[in-house]
């Protein structure tokens, strides 16, 4: 990763959010990464779900990117990646903060706000990386129930 | 405050929220507080805003109490009480993870999710205390700059 050349490709930001995934699946946590951009290609923060490692339920992925961004007068111009798109959590976050852009490894094991985020004139990136899909598939497989825990569902 | 002899009134959970933003005042942080019930009235978790004192721009008041909870299996027979109406980012939160309820101090300040939230069949309460519509205005009068960070926009 080159952040010092201008700007990244989506996939290439993608890259940053899964290699967070995989850091938080090799730790026993939720494999869901994501990471915070400026358009120039400047990586602010990343980060990745951390409800195991830490029992900390309001670390989701983007919200721990978003943290290690520190204190930001304006994301207008903020990129947020993030391996899985953001539940209504990381959605309205995108909303409040007035972040310009989300780019999105998959969206099939998840139904959240993206939608609602580009009818508020957030611009959205949906990459379909497999890679993604099956991180999530796999890991839903066989951890239904820290799974459905981390999206506040009861099965 | 007494936890562990039956539900408490709405206006009573607020006394907690109120005690949390009064301290973040203190603090010299931006005034506003939350806390999380079981509709049997146990306190699960108190917080506030910590952008000041931690530099950390996640700690929205309600993302803190919470995170102050802990992990949790089942929200639906929880109350979140906030002293300022939820922003889009802690409305995403209530409607993500399911809380059955949202008691709210005073909504006069910010125009945020609460009105969503109530679509989406989370019950509201609106209590209108001018304590806390007095202690917002007064840091928001004193304070723009940061207020306006706290919440996302650029004047």
């Known amino acids: 990763m080159d952040d010092n050349h201008g700007p990244l490709s989506a996939q290439a ?3 940053v959010a899964i290699e967070e995934a995989r850091a938080g699946l090799a730790e026993g946590g939720v494999p869901i990464g994501a990471a915070l951009f400026t358009t120039d290609g400047a990586l602010l923060g990343r980060g990745r779900n ?3 490692q ?3 339920p309001s670390l989701h992925a983007e919200v721990d990117a ?3 961004a520190g204190r ?3 994301y207008r111009s903020t990129i947020m990646v993030t391996t899985l798109t953001p539940c209504w959590y990381c959605s309205g976050l995108v909303r409040q903060f007035n972040i310009g852009a989300v780019v999105i490894g998959e969206a099939e094991t998840l139904r959240g706000g993206h939608e609602w985020l580009a009818e508020h004139g957030v611009a959205i ?3 379909d990386d497999p890679r993604c899909t099956a991180m999530m598939s796999d890991f839903i497989a066989e951890n239904r129930a820290l799974w459905y825990e ?3 569902e009861t099965p």
């Open 13 to 15: 930001m993608l890259e």
């Open 50 to 52: 951390r409800r195991v």
């Open 54 to 56: 830490q029992g900390d």
């Open 66 to 68: 978003f943290r290690a």
């Open 72 to 74: 930001q007068r304006d």
């Open 125 to 127: 990136t949906l990459l």
């Open 150 to 152: 981390d999206i506040g």
